[in-house]
């Protein structure tokens, strides 16, 4: 067991870096992916159950929109919570993964939580552990102290994005309101299954007695899995996408989309969103739905509009530089790639050339993600390494890329692999960072 976190009496405050080591000797996703976990790796929520009882159950003190999928769920998590603020509530936002600093992952109305309010909260979480003697996870003591934190902050609505699955995510000791699901791929196969069908019955875990349901993922046999879990433990309604709701246009504009969206409680047209790629009209479409969902009531079209006019989304096709034109996006899995490859040819169709920096984790095929942006469009591919114990050998990447007919260079860190790429381009050219957050966020932090 580890030493309390907390001083004892009459000693100073720990450090932001004294409370993240302690957080950081906790087993985390990488040890669980590998198999190192032990019994911590074992689906479960009576260690997140116990930190969050002891803590008062603050999950209970407000009503949550929880947020699944496999893709999307970050993008739609954001503007959820940014529609609800705009409609006057107070709203905490909890997310997942950080791309550069951990303080990402707790927002309160739309502010990321300062590290003396972050070190209280994860304090708090320490001595609950020590107090009741057990060892929890990395992302169960971040979500406990998540719920704490936006309990102490009096939020009138949280919305949650699931770190893993649904059913067995720490994030699931809240009890949803509103359930979403943006889409159902093949991803994290080794916990989740290895068919849409075995993933999508993790997923659905997140439905609740009471909550209704916004179902994005369309496919007959998928959605079936979330209309039966739906009927089982007695949701209020299902809203199935291109039934109740979605997005009926969806066209290319300045600076991101125009799209219209329609669900049960009202239409919105012509909107424009401030985000790059057909797919984000999809996540608009959801979390439109579920703000609608979560107020019951009609919302102001020009509050919509003002709100995905001005929305951001760090890492997932972000434009952070020009001439070149340098964007970064975190697709890691086929599905997200395809997305990004669609990007790649509409809404930046325009560059002359594209030059890839890609890093990926072990167990993801670099070929497949090449091959899903667009091998076509590609000129070069710089391998780096991601900054975390899971990266996969640059060399992979270098291999993928060669074997598709492209050429390729190994690079060793990423703000090395995007200094060559921008070597490489020019001004016309488009440099994409991509093949996991990791990379993403390395390069944020390179580029700032």
Known sequence: MEPPLLPLPGAGAPSLGETLAWLDRHVNLEAIESGRAGRLGLPSLERIGALVSALGDPQTTYPIVHVTGTNGKGSTSRMTAAILRACGLSVGTYLS????????????????????SLVGALGTVAEIERFLGIRATWFELVTAAAYAWFADMAAEAVVAEVGLGGRFDATNVGHADVA??????????????????SIAAEKAGIVKSG????????????????EAEAERVGAR?????????????????VGGRLVDIWTPLGRFSEVHLSLHGAHQGDNAACAVAAAQAFLGTTIEEDLVSDVLGAVRMPGRL??????????????????????????????????????????????????????????????????????????????????????????????????EALQRALELADRDDLVLVTGSLYVVGAARTALR
């Open 318 to 415: 972000e434009v952070v530089g020009r001439h070149p034109l340098v964007v970064l996006d975190g697709a890691h899995n086929a599905a997200g790639a395809t997305a990004a490859g669609w990007a790649l040819r509409e809404d930046f169709a325009a560059a002359r050339r594209v030059i890839v920096v890609m890093g990926c984790l072990r167990g993801r095929d670099p070929g497949e993600l090449l091959s899903a942006l667009g091998a076509e469009r590609i000129t070069a591919v710089v391998a780096c390494r991601p900054p975390s114990p899971r990266a996969q050998e640059p060399a992979n990447v270098v291999e993928a890329a060669q074997a598709l007919g492209l050429v390729a260079e190994e690079a060793g860190t990423t703000a």
């Open 211 to 226: 909550s209704l349901l916004v179902l994005g993922e369309e496919s007959p046999n998928v959605a079936a899995i979330f």
């Open 97 to 116: 993964p950080h791309l550069e600093q951990i303080n990402e992952r707790l927002q309160f109305d739309g502010t990321d939580i300062t590290d003396d």
């Open 237 to 253: 309604a299902i809203w199935r996408r291109g039934t109740e709701f979605g997005c009926s246009s969806n066209r290319l504009a």
């Open 180 to 197: 979403v699901v943006t889409n159902v791929e093949l991803d994290h196969t080794q916990i989740l299954g290895t068919t849409r069908e």
